[in-house]
């Protein structure tokens, strides 16, 4: 099974059948009806937070998950009225309790990192203009792995460069709908070849523009950001990666102010559809991959996972 085909089972099977059969159950399920009717509300909640809606869209995202809450309560009204639900299995019962515990702690640790404010932060101006921008993964990644997948990553961590990672953030644009689900070629993704501006003011310290853009879930991606420009400001690194080959136009030893144009997004390095990977780090040598995450926020909030910026 291709790259492609494994990620759309991925995706219908977590953001669709998932919902739906947890649904369905909390509708036939004769006992714990209200257990299983609680745990189906909490299974949607996380996914319409966390899910990689992206590829559904905007509006999918918002209709989807609602007619499905909607059902949801009116048929736990229905039980409650005609009092259906009171039949329960005692370790039945003590297995969903447990389930729902697990659940709403993970809802807890998607609420911190949307609202969160660290005490060591930066805030940026946004490194895309002209349209609607979704962050695809962001937000402190060590706190949940739903809502920022790079600090638990096994090609980070393998590579010891996931510390630096904490804060990372991917930055897609909205422009529904795409011709195709998860398309094929670069140039159907609305954030390919889409300008890429400096989000602070600093120095260049690295600059790399020779790397092909991948053709999206091709798979065998090379273990690197791809294209990218990294600016120092005093101890802080922020990278800018997966670039488009050969678009950037800035050198090692430039100062940049913020809003300055600097490359166009591509789809080079580890990457599997195009987007912007930015991500800031403290460091106190070069070798920055060795260095801390540090929070990233614009606009006064932290950039969490499916946050919508229009700029």
């Known amino acids: 099974m291709n790259e492609r085909t494994a990620m759309i089972l991925k995706l219908v099977s977590t953001h669709v059948v998932l919902p739906v059969a947890v649904a369905i159950a909390a509708f036939f399920v004769s006992g714990d009806a209200f257990l299983v009717n609680v745990t189906a509300q909490t299974i949607l909640l996380i ?128 422009v529904p709908p795409y011709p195709s689900f998860l398309p094929r070629e670069n140039t159907d993704y609305p954030v390919f070849g889409e300008r890429v501006y400096s989000p602070v003011d600093g120095t260049v310290v690295k600059v790399e523009n020779s790397i092909a853009d991948n053709r999206p879930y091709s798979g065998n991606y090379p273990y690197n950001t791809g294209n990218t420009v990294v600016i120092r400001k005093d101890d802080l690194y922020f990278l800018l990666g997966h670039l488009k080959e050969g678009s950037v136009i800035v050198h090692v030893g430039d100062d940049v102010k913020s809003g300055q144009q600097i490359a166009l997004a591509g789809n080079s390095g580890i990457s599997e559809r195009p987007h912007v990977h930015i991500q800031l780090v403290k460091s106190e040598s070069d070798n920055f991959w060795l260095g801390t995450g540090v929070s990233i926020q614009y606009g006064g909030k932290n950039l969490y996972k499916n946050r919508v910026i229009v700029v």
Do not use: C
């Open 47 to 174: 996914v319409y937070l966390s899910g990689y809606w992206e590829f559904f869209g905007v509006k999918f995202r918002r209709l989807f998950p609602i007619s499905l809450e909607i059902i949801l309560l009116a048929q736990l009204a229905y039980r409650i009225r005609s009092q259906a639900f009171f039949e329960y299995n005692l370790y039945f019962a003590d297995a969903m309790f447990a389930l729902e515990v697990f659940l709403l702690i993970q809802v807890v640790r998607i609420v911190v990192v949307m609202l969160k404010k660290d005490k060591s932060m930066l805030e940026i101006g946004f490194p895309l203009k002209g349209g609607e921008f979704l962050i695809s993964d962001g937000g402190n990644s060590k706190i949940s792995r739903l809502m920022n997948y790079h600090f638990w990553s096994a090609d980070h961590r393998k590579n010891h460069t996931n510390n630096a990672m904490i804060f990372a953030a991917d930055i897609v644009k909205i």
